[in-house]
Protein backbone atom coordinates (compact mmCIF):
# COMPACT_ATOMS: atom_id res chain seq x y z
CA UNK A 1 0.00 0.00 0.00
CA UNK A 2 1.34 3.43 -0.61
CA UNK A 3 2.13 5.74 1.62
CA UNK A 4 1.11 9.33 2.16
CA UNK A 5 3.15 11.36 -0.51
CA UNK A 6 3.30 15.44 -0.65
CA UNK A 7 4.10 17.79 -3.78
CA UNK A 8 5.97 19.55 -4.32
CA UNK A 9 9.15 18.32 -1.71
CA UNK A 10 10.90 21.57 -2.20
CA UNK A 11 9.42 25.19 -3.15
CA UNK A 12 10.59 29.15 -2.42
CA UNK A 13 8.80 31.32 -2.48
CA UNK A 14 9.07 34.88 -1.64
CA UNK A 15 7.64 37.54 0.99
CA UNK A 16 4.11 38.47 -0.04
CA UNK A 17 3.49 35.25 -2.24
CA UNK A 18 1.26 32.57 -1.57
CA UNK A 19 1.28 29.03 -1.68
CA UNK A 20 -1.03 25.42 -2.07
CA UNK A 21 0.87 22.67 -0.99
CA UNK A 22 -0.58 19.13 -1.45
CA UNK A 23 -1.50 15.83 0.20
CA UNK A 24 -2.61 12.67 -0.67
CA UNK A 25 -3.00 10.12 2.12
CA UNK A 26 -2.93 6.40 2.33
CA UNK A 27 -5.75 4.52 0.25
CA UNK A 28 -9.09 4.64 3.18
CA UNK A 29 -7.42 7.19 4.96
CA UNK A 30 -10.51 9.81 5.83
CA UNK A 31 -8.04 12.13 8.32
CA UNK A 32 -5.37 13.93 7.10
CA UNK A 33 -3.38 16.23 9.71
CA UNK A 34 -0.87 19.10 9.10
CA UNK A 35 1.89 20.38 11.00
CA UNK A 36 4.90 23.22 10.37
CA UNK A 37 7.95 21.93 11.73
CA UNK A 38 10.82 24.35 12.35
CA UNK A 39 14.29 23.69 14.06
CA UNK A 40 13.07 26.12 16.88
CA UNK A 41 9.29 25.05 17.92
CA UNK A 42 9.19 21.86 16.52
CA UNK A 43 6.72 19.99 15.34
CA UNK A 44 3.00 22.11 16.05
CA UNK A 45 -0.59 21.01 14.78
CA UNK A 46 -2.12 22.95 12.14
CA UNK A 47 -5.39 21.68 11.55
CA UNK A 48 -7.00 18.54 11.41
CA UNK A 49 -9.47 17.72 8.34
CA UNK A 50 -12.13 14.26 8.48
CA UNK A 51 -14.63 13.65 5.81
CA UNK A 52 -13.95 16.85 4.39
CA UNK A 53 -14.58 19.28 7.61
CA UNK A 54 -12.23 21.05 9.82
CA UNK A 55 -12.47 19.32 12.69
CA UNK A 56 -9.17 20.55 15.25
CA UNK A 57 -7.21 23.82 14.35
CA UNK A 58 -3.87 24.73 15.58
CA UNK A 59 -2.67 28.08 16.96
CA UNK A 60 -1.54 29.95 13.72
CA UNK A 61 -2.78 32.98 12.16
CA UNK A 62 -6.00 32.69 9.21
CA UNK A 63 -3.01 33.35 6.72
CA UNK A 64 -3.00 29.38 6.83
CA UNK A 65 -5.88 27.50 5.39
CA UNK A 66 -6.45 23.82 4.39
CA UNK A 67 -9.18 21.90 3.08
CA UNK A 68 -9.67 18.58 2.19
CA UNK A 69 -11.60 16.61 -1.31
CA UNK A 70 -14.17 13.96 -1.42
CA UNK A 71 -11.19 11.83 -2.13
CA UNK A 72 -9.65 12.73 1.13
CA UNK A 73 -6.70 14.36 -0.67
CA UNK A 74 -5.92 17.60 1.44
CA UNK A 75 -4.29 21.43 0.36
CA UNK A 76 -2.68 23.54 2.40
CA UNK A 77 -2.50 27.21 1.94
CA UNK A 78 -0.34 30.10 2.92
CA UNK A 79 -1.15 33.50 2.10
CA UNK A 80 1.04 36.36 2.47
CA UNK A 81 4.32 34.56 2.97
CA UNK A 82 6.77 35.74 5.71
CA UNK A 83 9.93 34.61 6.53
CA UNK A 84 9.11 32.69 9.54
CA UNK A 85 6.60 30.64 7.63
CA UNK A 86 10.18 29.03 6.21
CA UNK A 87 9.79 25.91 7.39
CA UNK A 88 8.93 21.52 6.76
CA UNK A 89 5.45 20.63 6.21
CA UNK A 90 4.34 17.97 6.92
CA UNK A 91 0.67 15.97 6.48
CA UNK A 92 0.29 13.00 8.45
CA UNK A 93 -3.50 10.69 7.13
CA UNK A 94 -5.11 7.69 9.80
CA UNK A 95 -8.29 6.00 9.09
CA UNK A 96 -10.55 7.69 11.62
CA UNK A 97 -10.24 9.97 14.27
CA UNK A 98 -8.98 7.74 17.23
CA UNK A 99 -5.65 9.34 18.87
CA UNK A 100 -2.27 10.30 17.25
CA UNK A 101 -0.74 7.68 17.56
CA UNK A 102 -2.39 5.87 14.28
CA UNK A 103 -1.03 8.41 12.23
CA UNK A 104 1.43 8.02 9.77
CA UNK A 105 3.31 11.13 7.80
CA UNK A 106 4.60 11.46 4.78
CA UNK A 107 7.93 13.04 3.96
CA UNK A 108 6.78 16.59 3.97
CA UNK A 109 7.14 20.01 1.73
CA UNK A 110 10.14 22.32 2.45
CA UNK A 111 9.28 25.38 1.82
CA UNK A 112 11.72 28.54 1.96
CA UNK A 113 10.95 32.42 1.79
CA UNK A 114 13.12 34.94 1.19
CA UNK B 1 5.82 27.68 29.47
CA UNK B 2 5.71 24.62 26.27
CA UNK B 3 3.18 22.23 26.55
CA UNK B 4 5.93 19.46 25.94
CA UNK B 5 9.56 19.95 26.68
CA UNK B 6 12.25 17.44 25.72
CA UNK B 7 15.77 18.12 25.56
CA UNK B 8 17.78 18.35 22.14
CA UNK B 9 20.46 16.84 23.02
CA UNK B 10 22.60 15.73 20.63
CA UNK B 11 23.06 12.65 22.30
CA UNK B 12 25.86 10.47 21.53
CA UNK B 13 26.25 6.83 22.27
CA UNK B 14 29.10 3.60 21.61
CA UNK B 15 26.95 0.99 20.00
CA UNK B 16 25.16 -1.68 22.52
CA UNK B 17 24.52 1.37 25.22
CA UNK B 18 21.31 1.83 26.30
CA UNK B 19 19.80 4.97 25.51
CA UNK B 20 17.28 6.87 27.57
CA UNK B 21 15.17 9.72 26.12
CA UNK B 22 12.78 11.69 27.73
CA UNK B 23 9.70 14.48 28.00
CA UNK B 24 8.06 16.36 30.58
CA UNK B 25 4.44 17.69 30.05
CA UNK B 26 2.48 20.10 31.81
CA UNK B 27 -0.81 19.50 30.64
CA UNK B 28 -3.17 16.67 32.71
CA UNK B 29 -5.35 16.08 30.32
CA UNK B 30 -3.09 14.43 28.16
CA UNK B 31 -4.01 10.43 27.42
CA UNK B 32 -1.88 9.41 25.00
CA UNK B 33 1.78 9.32 24.28
CA UNK B 34 3.63 8.69 21.70
CA UNK B 35 7.25 8.14 20.44
CA UNK B 36 8.30 8.76 17.00
CA UNK B 37 11.66 8.79 15.17
CA UNK B 38 12.86 10.93 12.07
CA UNK B 39 15.32 10.49 10.20
CA UNK B 40 16.90 12.97 7.91
CA UNK B 41 15.11 14.48 5.10
CA UNK B 42 12.01 12.00 6.37
CA UNK B 43 8.43 12.30 7.70
CA UNK B 44 8.20 11.19 11.68
CA UNK B 45 7.32 7.29 11.59
CA UNK B 46 5.26 5.77 15.00
CA UNK B 47 7.82 3.80 17.13
CA UNK B 48 5.76 3.70 20.16
CA UNK B 49 2.09 4.07 21.24
CA UNK B 50 0.87 4.00 25.17
CA UNK B 51 -2.79 5.10 26.12
CA UNK B 52 -2.47 6.46 29.77
CA UNK B 53 0.26 5.55 32.41
CA UNK B 54 2.30 1.91 32.49
CA UNK B 55 5.13 0.30 30.47
CA UNK B 56 4.91 -0.87 26.66
CA UNK B 57 7.74 -2.73 25.32
CA UNK B 58 8.49 -3.66 22.11
CA UNK B 59 11.78 -5.41 20.38
CA UNK B 60 14.39 -3.23 22.19
CA UNK B 61 12.28 -0.41 22.69
CA UNK B 62 10.34 0.11 25.99
CA UNK B 63 8.07 3.47 26.53
CA UNK B 64 7.05 4.21 29.83
CA UNK B 65 4.00 6.73 31.20
CA UNK B 66 4.22 8.24 34.57
CA UNK B 67 1.24 10.78 34.47
CA UNK B 68 1.59 11.47 38.45
CA UNK B 69 5.12 13.10 37.37
CA UNK B 70 4.12 14.38 34.45
CA UNK B 71 6.92 12.29 32.45
CA UNK B 72 7.56 9.84 29.73
CA UNK B 73 10.65 8.20 28.88
CA UNK B 74 12.07 5.51 25.63
CA UNK B 75 14.07 3.27 26.26
CA UNK B 76 16.54 1.61 23.35
CA UNK B 77 18.10 -1.45 24.02
CA UNK B 78 21.46 -2.79 22.49
CA UNK B 79 21.51 0.79 20.44
CA UNK B 80 22.61 -0.09 16.35
CA UNK B 81 23.86 3.01 14.40
CA UNK B 82 20.56 2.57 12.40
CA UNK B 83 19.06 4.24 15.34
CA UNK B 84 20.54 7.30 14.71
CA UNK B 85 18.12 9.52 14.21
CA UNK B 86 15.50 12.29 16.02
CA UNK B 87 13.64 11.33 17.99
CA UNK B 88 10.05 12.90 19.05
CA UNK B 89 7.74 12.60 22.09
CA UNK B 90 4.35 13.66 21.35
CA UNK B 91 0.76 13.58 23.62
CA UNK B 92 -2.82 14.37 22.62
CA UNK B 93 -5.79 15.17 24.51
CA UNK B 94 -9.51 14.61 23.77
CA UNK B 95 -10.91 18.22 23.84
CA UNK B 96 -14.77 19.19 23.29
CA UNK B 97 -12.44 20.69 19.90
CA UNK B 98 -11.54 17.43 19.18
CA UNK B 99 -7.90 15.87 19.40
CA UNK B 100 -4.94 18.51 20.58
CA UNK B 101 -1.60 17.42 19.60
CA UNK B 102 1.38 18.24 20.79
CA UNK B 103 5.02 17.11 19.98
CA UNK B 104 8.81 17.75 21.97
CA UNK B 105 11.10 19.52 19.74
CA UNK B 106 13.13 16.04 19.74
CA UNK B 107 16.29 14.46 20.66
CA UNK B 108 18.97 13.71 17.99
CA UNK B 109 20.77 10.70 18.74
CA UNK B 110 23.66 9.33 17.10
CA UNK B 111 24.43 5.66 17.55
CA UNK B 112 28.84 5.32 17.12
CA UNK B 113 29.56 1.99 15.83
Known amino acids: KAGVTQTPRYLIKTRGQQVTLSCSPI?????VSWYQQTPGQGLQFLFE???????NKGNFPGRFSGRQFSNSRSEMNVSTLELGDSALYLC?????????????FGPGTRLLVL | QKEVEQDPGPLSVPEGAIVSLNCTYS??????FMWYRQYSRKGPELLMY????GNKEDGRFTAQVDKSSKYISLFIRDSQPSDSATYLC?????????????FGTGTSLTVIP
Open chain 1, 92 to 104: ASSLGTVGLGTQY
Open chain 1, 27 to 31: SGHRS
Open chain 1, 49 to 55: YFSETQR
Open chain 2, 27 to 32: NSAFQY
Open chain 2, 50 to 53: TYSS
Open chain 2, 90 to 102: AMSAVTNTGNQFY
